[in-house]
């Protein structure tokens, strides 16, 4: 005669079973994690070297900062976010970024009587590169855009 696998002793197997599987389930995730934390630690330890090396680069040329930027955003690490910190002091893009939110503040400012400070982001980057005037660092509408994002809180403030 043949078991069929019911019953309480099979109940039990079936169970005993599904908890070592879940175990090992448990084990491969934490696995997963520690390596992929390795992995992570060695890309931004490149990333720290790579942006070491390309500082004067990402500082002077827009296209390739944002393409930097990118990079960084891929493992969570925003380097331009903030005026303070180890990226700002390695590539000395804080001051760059107090500087336009500065001139975006002002444009905002000189505009609100006509519009309230509400403007479009490209009418607002074109009047932020003619304030600049022609020597000075390329900005991005993206640039402009990340700018005032890190100034949304004195925007705010001012209207």
């Known amino acids: 005669m043949h078991r069929r696998g019911v019953g309480a002793g099979a109940i039990a197997k079936k ?3 599904e908890a070592k599987y879940k175990e090992r389930g448990t084990v491969l995730a934490e696995d997963q994690i520690v390596q992929m934390s390795k992995q992570l630690e060695t890309f931004k330890s490149n990333l720290e ?3 070491s090396k390309h500082k004067q680069e990402i500082r002077k040329n827009s296209q390739f900062r944002v393409q930097f930027q990118e990079m960084c955003a891929t493992i969570g690490v925003d380097p331009l976010a903030s005026g303070k910190g180890f990226w700002s002091e390695m590539l000395g ?3 760059f970024y107090y500087e336009l939110g500065v001139q ?3 444009v905002c400012l000189a505009l609100k009587h006509r519009n309230g400070g509400l403007i479009t982001l490209d009418e607002l980057h074109q009047r932020v590169l003619k304030g600049r005037g022609k020597y000075a660092q ?3 509408p993206w ?3 990340k700018a005032t994002l890190s100034h ?3 925007l705010l403030v001012l209207f």
């Open 15 to 17: 169970k005993l079973a």
């Open 49 to 51: 070297e790579f942006a």
């Open 93 to 95: 893009v804080g001051d």
């Open 138 to 140: 390329d900005v991005t």
């Open 152 to 154: 949304h809180h004195t």
């Open 104 to 106: 975006i503040i002002e």
């Open 143 to 145: 640039l402009t855009y």
